[in-house]
């Protein structure tokens, strides 16, 4: 499929998405120390890029499953932010029978 005229949801790399878009509004540092203001004249000559996998996942329950499959033996989230996952997997599956 070349188009996609669909919702999007991003299941996992909020927090770095986020992060990325405050370093470049000088709003976080990096190393304790620099803003982006700080590299903006050496990283102009550099091209960065972001590489995003979107998958056909039909139902907000396969969304919620496929992020503890992928999530269940990194170090990143919680025990307790995979829990609340999979609460919410488990209310998404009491509201469709």
């Excluded at 709003?27 to 091209?47: I, N, P, T």
């Excluded at 919620?64 to 499959?69: A, T, V």
């Excluded at 919680?78 to 997997?89: G, N, Y």
Aim: glycine share 4%.
């Amino acid at each position: 499929m070349d188009t996609w005229d669909g919702d999007l949801i991003l299941v996992d790399g909020k927090q770095r998405l986020e992060a990325v878009r405050k370093f470049l509004r000088n709003e976080l540092r990096v190393f304790d120390k620099w803003h982006y203001k700080d590299f903006a004249d050496k990283l102009d000559l550099v091209q960065h890029y972001f590489i995003f996998y979107i998958n056909n996942l039909a139902t907000r329950a396969e969304i919620l499953r496929w992020y503890c499959e992928i999530n269940a033996g990194g170090v990143a989230h919680t025990a307790a932010e995979i829990a609340k996952v999979e609460r919410m997997l488990a209310q998404e599956a009491k509201q469709r029978r």
